[in-house]
């Protein structure tokens, strides 16, 4: 059985950081994509950053260029995300994705 759990999230305020977890297990975790989506209430769900496990290849989308960063450690199933200078905008339930398994979020709120 797939299981995707994430932690990490919280409240925050403007130009604080956060560091997101996912812990993964259930298939091959040295061989896969997993990725970091945000949805902001009312809004759509949207991709943040994506990592090949295989190879450590990364992709952000373009707000999190240069302040969010993905890592992983494959002896532990883990995928962190690594949030930094956030937002207001930043505001949202943070979720991991394995194929088509989801986490059930977890909340990130970036307010003074």
């Known amino acids: 059985e797939v299981q995707v759990v994430e932690s990490g999230g919280g409240l925050v305020q403007p130009g604080g950081s956060l560091l997101l977890s996912c812990v993964a297990s259930?298939?091959?975790?040295?061989?896969?994509?997993i990725g970091w989506f945000r949805q902001a209430p009312g809004k759509r769900r949207e991709g943040v950053s994506c990592?090949?496990?295989?190879?450590?290849?990364?992709t952000y989308l373009d707000f999190a260029k240069g302040r969010f960063s993905i890592s992983k450690d494959n002896a532990k199933n883990t995928v962190h995300l690594n949030m930094t200078a956030l937002k207001p905008d930043d505001t949202g339930v943070y979720y991991c994705?394995?194929?088509?398994?989801w986490g059930q979020g977890t909340q990130v709120t970036v307010s003074s």
């Open positions: 259930g298939f091959d975790f040295d061989d896969v994509t």
């Open positions: 990592i090949k496990t295989i190879d450590g290849t990364t």
């Open positions: 994705n394995v194929g088509d398994n």
